[in-house]
């Protein structure tokens, strides 16, 4: 989902003095909002992760882009881990085992989902950057794609389970017995 709408808006940039009149210049400047809605669901969510996941998770939401997925990529944890040891209350730095388990956490709470391998997507039906339109349109694709999944998994069972023969079925009852 390709974000369409992008606010840009008319910046002055100088002023010019044309007979007695100031004139102002103008650039187009393009708005990408630089915040990210929480939403009430959330709260209760929130409450039960620890100091290490809260930060990651705050790390992911400043990093996600307009779909809201994020790259688990070694460069991206490098630069998480780069970012917690530069900061203000020099937390202690996550070994990459301790980050995983970190992301397994917000994956279990339900904060975070499987998007592909290396990319994960923060849950938008908790946290989204952009309109609600986008969200509704994101959360409809995310639940077509768990019920798909959840069908494949379904079908699969069904075709694992082998139909045996009367007689054989029969056989293996009597040496159950």
Partial sequence: MARKNKNIIQKPVELFLDEGVFIP?????????KFVKQYEESIPLLRYLTG???SLLDFFLKEMNFENTFSTSSYFLKKYISEVGNGDFQEKLPS???LKKNIKRLHASGIILSFQRGVKIVNPKYFFRGSEEERSQLLQEIYQKQLNMKAEEMTKEMNEEEVLNPEVEEYLNCQIK
């Fill in 25 to 33: 210049k103008y650039v187009e400047e393009e708005l990408n909002p």
């Fill in 52 to 54: 290490q996941d809260r």
């Fill in 96 to 98: 990459p085992a301790g």
